[in-house]
């Protein structure tokens, strides 16, 4: 991608920031568990399990269960979830309230977007073009994407750089534990939405800015960027 010298580039993270996605893929995790005669999770338990990939929401299922499965039978699940999500990946998910709003109003200033989700590259780019919205980002990396995942700083850095970014007029748009650890290792400011998925109030991790409501971003990132 071309230079962005003097754009601030928002890299945002998907699941439980961007869009609520909880119902499909709670939806598809008890399809599974039930397939493979497990119990099913209650939704409420979503905001504990959800935010890591799919293979951590399996293995959290089952630890949930006290049940301990082998590695070949772990990634035939993993498999069968990935296969059934994308068969309804957006049946239920939408985009939270004010997304397109708030990018239209950072993009007025000069903001350009990227995508660092610990969800698959290939359901990642599938949601964001059944949600109508892929067009807007430059670069949207994966879990596997790079070969690592969140919380290492690297596909934050790299999604950086593939999207002609710097850390220096970059800004981190998540709702994690995991989002906030990876900005911090990357050098990279955060902003914290306090609606996603996640089992603790996302203020006890110390983001940089916190906002209720994606109208509130560009007001918080204008106050990051000074």
Do not use: W
Request: net charge negative; glycine share 10%.
């Amino acid at each position: 991608m071309a230079d962005q010298a003097g754009k601030i580039l928002y890299v945002f993270d998907l699941d439980g920031t961007l869009a609520d996605t909880a119902l499909d893929l709670m939806g598809t995790l008890d399809y599974i568990m039930i397939k493979q005669g497990f119990g099913p999770t209650p939704i409420d338990d979503a905001r504990a399990l959800l935010g890591a990939g799919a293979r951590a929401l399996i293995q959290r299922a089952l630890r949930q269960q006290g049940v301990t499965i082998a590695p070949e039978r772990e990634e035939e699940m993993f498999r069968a979830f990935l296969d059934h999500y994308e068969s309804r990946i957006a049946d239920e998910s939408t985009l939270y309230p004010g997304v397109e709003a708030a990018l239209d109003e950072l993009e007025r200033t000069g903001g350009v977007f990227a995508v660092c989700t610990n969800k698959i590259e290939r359901p990642a780019k599938l949601l964001l073009e059944k949600l109508g919205v892929i067009d807007r980002f430059a670069f949207v990396c994966g879990q596997d994407t790079f070969g690592v995942a969140k919380p290492d700083p690297t596909p934050l850095l790299r999604t950086i750089e593939a999207s002609g970014g710097t850390p220096a007029k970059t800004i981190m748009v998540g709702d994690s534990k995991t989002d906030i650890a990876t900005a911090r290792a990357a050098g990279v400011p955060v902003i914290a939405v306090d609606f996603g998925y996640t089992d603790r109030p996302v203020q006890e991790f110390s983001p940089d800015r916190v906002i209720s409501h994606f109208n509130d971003l560009p007001g918080a990132a204008a106050l990051l960027i000074g």
